[in-house]
Nanobody, 123 residues
Framework: QVQLVESGGGLVQAGGSLTLSCTAS????????LGWFRQPPGKEREFVAS????????YYEDSVKGRFTISRDNAKTTVYLQMNSLKPEDTAVYYC????????????????WGQGTQVTVSS
């Protein structure tokens, strides 16, 4: 069956960096757009970044532009989210999602989701 497994979360001080990874199995990875979403404490899930199935379309939520970088390695069936200059407001559970032949940007279009990884940024 399809699995998306996130890793790399943790506790970091403000201004620090983390790299999240999401490794997929059970699907033809190159056919999927991939997205990162997050759910801050007490808030709804929100879009963070996405990369299209061809790698050509990359989108970022405004608050993370210039700080976060999304990338994918089809050979390793893994999508990454490099997060720099982290702020306390980045604290959330981060989820990756796969969108068949899509952009990975729209949560309702995503076919598969990971279990999430906690990122906590202390001030």
């Amino acid at each position: 069956q399809v699995q998306l497994v996130e890793s790399g979360g943790g506790l970091v001080q403000a201004g620090g960096s983390l790299t999240l990874s999401c490794t997929a199995s059970g699907l033809t990875f190159r056919n999927y757009g991939l997205g990162w979403f997050r759910q801050p404490p007490g808030k709804e899930r929100e879009f963070v970044a996405s990369i299209g199935w061809s790698g050509a379309r990359i989108y970022y939520e405004d608050s993370v532009k210039g700080r976060f970088t999304i990338s994918r390695d089809n050979a390793k069936t893994t999508v990454y989210l490099q997060m720099n200059s982290l702020k306390p407001e980045d604290t959330a559970v981060y989820y990756c999602a796969a969108d068949r032949y899509g952009r990975g940007r729209d949560a309702q279009e995503c076919d598969y989701w990971g279990q999430g990884t906690q990122v906590t940024v202390s001030s």
